[in-house]
């Protein structure tokens, strides 16, 4: 395990382009400050991508090099194409690790992985955020205590449309009212997800150390070191079958 | 409770068509097979649908009008309509219940709703199947013992790509060394999600008594009583928020 | 289907008779108000017990006559006798359901059903409960909409030591900025386990509508209609197994 | 993450005193051909306990001194002191990692964790295992492929009396017919409990590879290091709460 997790963090870049209080907060955009701060990692090496490179800044072997892909986007999920969509998608089930943030819960490719509609509450105001810790010894949760607060957020709340996670980390309180399951984990095929609720435009949370450190330890719990190719193979038996002719000379067709 | 439980079988019938082996065994399609065994109870109302039909036979009210689909498809998953797998993945996800029989694992709202590859090892040969009974307290094995057998079936083998079911109702053994998670359930949304493995095309599978027990169960456990659209709204806070002039004055950009 | 189901509440019976206010609320013992709403169902049959009763009310053919039992205690955990938790958890682990209520977290039935210390956080103050339901179409959620509201209860926080739930029902906000699993599932044997956290002593929880209709879905849910003892059997193969004569004579030692 | 894993592996010991059978296989019992073989790990450190050992080995700072505890017990499950049990599953709710091997199905501590039967179908026979991978990119299955198998073990069977397991890494299949979810793991507390099937005393499992393999896999797994300390805490709100004299005023009684 002495090769570096390579991680690649996309950002959709465009709110830090159109909206000065963005540009304020991230002044390189979203991406930048989240490879920032992943960066320091001395096992991690880092590179970013964003939605108006070419194929995404996902093209060529960028993937393939990949072992976490970190995904943040919010005004513009229709604009990624969907031949990109279904290459990021085979790679995560094939191993790769992914870790979708806040508004990128309607991303196509959570969306495609999850298989429901992943809405939500929503609401732009003056809550404040505390998240809840529910598994204080899962290597995700490690260095926050029982909670931790953000002072201004987006609200996110229930129900949220998504399948059963395997593991829920954290629950959110808003001020207004709300809950929210703002950090879950699924397996999917031999890669791993998860999603981690905070993170609007319009707020430094990315600049917030509690969230550095649960972001930065679920990069680490998402590289599985591995990669596997679909296959839906015919398989000869591994024990003795019944002789049976009428069985042997019957026609196969279709497919699988 | 009172009202019937209105199912729509949904068969490919391209097989039934093509091989007389197959034809000698659902003259009719195995839809009619399905559809014949389940008619027989009293809270259940039944129709067909077949993927030569305009709109695979779902188009109009059918999908309004169903609780529970039954999908049975094959060598021509590719033939079905985008649209109309968009159609049956949002009425699912809405609350109407979804049983994907064998081959259907391929199927595209089985995949759409999964996430996954689902893939799976397979073998036509002389296999018998034993299917065993993991959860002999759920609705869907009442009537089930231990485990039941399948003389003769095409084989399925681990791994299987799916997401962690979220109950795991059977396990098969097969004669020539595999294992199988055939029988799973999945919430997605609102809807139920049954999958059950046995049934391939050149088998008298559906006029097993054991399987028709299963199915029939199936369909009413999946049928949940409730349609509720996919809604992302936008929420009022329910206690009192602080003011905060800044936020107020804020542009509000993009869209959930 | 036809037969009622047969449900017996088990209540502490302590508070009532030593706290004036709660006996103000609860009269008769908070059991006979729960059993007061649930008998108004026709398909229900009621009976009490309580702790000071012989057996606690759980001896003779209790058990053995009650498909769903209904749990409340908080003060006297410690009396009840292991005897007869032991009763009741074989029984569960049968295909008995079981729902246990508020305080009951710390019953030893529940705490040896789930493996777990069944801790939380907690608060005695002018807390409002609100519950967030986070599987609308799930049967003991019908009639319940997004949410309802407590207006004053106990806090119950997070993190709660339970093992994961099969299924997470409801996500309670309080207004003291924590929030709580406040109602899940779990399978456990042939028995369905429901926790349900709403029901301080001090308040009139039992008496509000959200309350009821939520207990009495849960009635419904938890009833198997199976009864299945356990056995740990010697089994003889279901195919044909090699000949090994040194196997075959070596001696079988030590028990399962 | 420098500081080295701290194991201990308990064996029951008994066997193979008795057993000349068993004893020419393990000469030291089980527990020194488990701990030798993950005494190669040069991230381990380790000691071994028995049942006839004061405090079954398990007295003054062992469970402190302990990060994952490995576990074989079998005709003697009944002389493993209740106290004992319970100070080891105070250890594992706090954080400690908990290997469950074969016939310990039955242990108190895994049935105590567990909160059901753990009962099987078993068969000591000619029976081979082969045991299917189902999670291929799990840390716990790390250098096993599609599957493995053991020449000769006991045959172990479904239905097995366990809850849902949080991940079901293996299943088997035996060939008198069988299958067998014989690895599977479960968040206890703050612990990880992993269920290893594998192991009958009177075949010389322990000393195949892919079993050595998996071991070692699931003690790294299963440390977490942290140990958390159960608390049930009176917690003042986070949040200004409404005053209201009339609560402020009645008494507290009972206990949390």
Redesign the interface.
Known sequence: MSSPIRVTVWGEYR?EK??P?VAEIYPDGMHNTIAGFLGKQTDFTLRTATLDQPEHGLGGNVLDETDVLVWWG??AHGEVADEVVARV?TRV?E?MGLIVLH?GH?AKIFK??????C?????????KE?L??????HPIT?GIG?YFEIP?EE?Y?????I??P???LF?????????F?SGAT???????VFYFRPGHE?YPTYHQSEVQTVITNAVRWAH???R?A??????????P????AE??S???????
Chains 1, 2, 3, 4 share one sequence.
């Open positions: 709110h159109k909206n209080k919010h005004m998608k089930l191993g508004s309607y495609a992985l999850m298989g429901t509609t809405s939500l509450k929503w609401r732009e105001s003056t809550d505390r809840w810790n529910l598994m204080p010894s490690q029982d201004q609200m709340g229930e129900p949220f449309g399948p059963t395997d593991e829920l629950v959110s309180w808003f001020t207004g009212g709300e809950v399951r699924w397996y999917r095929g031999n890669g791993r319009t599985t070191g591995v596997i679909d296959v839906c193979p015919n398989s000869p038996p591994l024990e079958l019944p002789e049976d069985a042997a019957r026609p196969t067709e279709g497919f699988k």
